[in-house]
């Protein structure tokens, strides 16, 4: 009993750790309330640098909050807002450069999720500016990089230093993106103890409500003859 109890405690603990990691990853984000929806903006790949692709990355919900489940191993959106790329447009802004107009796509396996993909060559403050309809209702947000937000798109040190007219080396070239990858894969481990973190718990919740359903049969059981000697 005691050893059922306590696997289901540690499963608790487990996805609660793994949910404070997510809920870390999804801090580079903003999520804003736009009338009957939920907006979650920020870049799709995170840190971003200057000169690698990247894009939009946008989610929407029906209600106050987003609500996920775990389909198939991977954590989906439960209350998603479904083809909004139909009525909706965004654009990239950075400075005072001409706005960036995004082609809006859905994310395969991810209702409610969209992408924007472009090449931010810029370090700094990036603006999304989402805009249009959503069932009837009027779309006109702007979303900054700030502390409160998603990052600014950061600049990855070139070694050995290159001088403005010579382009960078293939050598170069192979490190700016091994270490953009590590970035990613740390983000991505993440996101898989989440997901494991969530499954472990509804699993350790699961045998600790079974194991304190038996013991209150096992006592039943027990009493019930205590009762009928004493008649």
Same mark, same amino acid.
């Given at each position: 009993?005691?050893?059922?109890?306590?696997?289901?405690?540690?499963?608790?603990?487990?996805?609660?750790?793994?949910?404070?990691?997510?809920?870390?990853?999804?801090?580079?984000?903003?999520?804003?309330?736009?009338?009957?929806?939920?907006?979650?903006?920020?870049?799709?790949?995170?840190?971003?640098?200057?000169?690698?692709?990247?894009?939009?990355?946008?989610?929407?919900?029906?209600?106050?909050?987003?609500?996920?489940?775990?389909?198939?191993?991977?954590?989906?959106?439960?209350?998603?807002?479904?083809?909004?790329?139909?009525?909706?447009?965004?654009?990239?802004?950075?400075?005072?450069?001409?706005?960036?107009?995004?082609?809006?796509?859905?994310?395969?396996?991810?209702?409610?999720?969209?992408?924007?993909?472009?090449?931010?060559?810029?370090?700094?403050?990036?603006?999304?500016?989402?805009?249009?309809?959503?069932?009837?209702?009027?779309?006109?947000?702007?979303?900054?990089?700030?502390?409160?937000?998603? *990052?600014? /798109?950061? &600049?990855? %040190?070139?070694? =050995? !230093?290159?001088?403005?007219?010579?382009?960078?080396?293939?050598?170069?070239?192979?490190?700016?993106?091994?270490?953009?990858?590590?970035?990613?894969?740390?983000?991505?481990?993440?996101?898989?103890?989440?997901?494991?973190?969530?499954?472990?718990?509804?699993?350790?919740?699961?045998?600790?409500?079974?194991?304190?359903?038996?013991? *209150?049969? /096992?006592? &039943?059981? %027990?009493?019930? =003859? !205590?009762?009928?000697?004493?008649?």
């Amino acid at each position: 009993m005691k050893k059922k109890l306590y696997v289901g405690v540690l499963g608790c603990l487990v996805a609660l750790c793994a949910l404070l990691l997510t809920t870390q990853s999804a801090l580079a984000h903003e999520k804003r309330h736009v009338g009957k929806y939920t907006f979650v903006v920020g870049f799709l790949d995170e840190p971003a640098y200057a000169n690698i692709k990247n894009g939009l990355d946008l989610t929407i919900c029906n209600g106050d909050a987003c609500t996920y489940t775990v389909t198939d191993g991977q954590k989906v959106v439960s209350n998603p807002v479904e083809n909004a790329e139909q009525t909706l447009k965004a654009e990239a802004i950075q400075g005072g450069a001409q706005p960036l107009p995004l082609t809006v796509e859905p994310r395969w396996a991810n209702p409610g999720k969209y992408a924007g993909y472009f090449l931010p060559t810029t370090a700094g403050a990036y603006t999304f500016h989402i805009y249009g309809t959503l069932n009837g209702q009027q779309i006109d947000e702007k979303f900054t990089s700030s502390p409160n937000g998603f *990052s600014e /798109v950061g &600049q990855i %040190t070139a070694y =050995p !230093a290159t001088t403005k007219n010579v382009s960078t080396s293939a050598a170069d070239t192979s490190a700016l993106a091994q270490q953009v990858k590590d970035a990613q894969n740390s983000a991505q481990v993440a996101s898989t103890l989440g997901i494991a973190g969530i499954v472990v718990g509804v699993v350790g919740m699961a045998l600790a409500a079974f194991a304190f359903t038996r013991k *209150s049969r /096992v006592v &039943q059981a %027990t009493q019930e =003859p !205590a009762e009928s000697l004493r008649g």
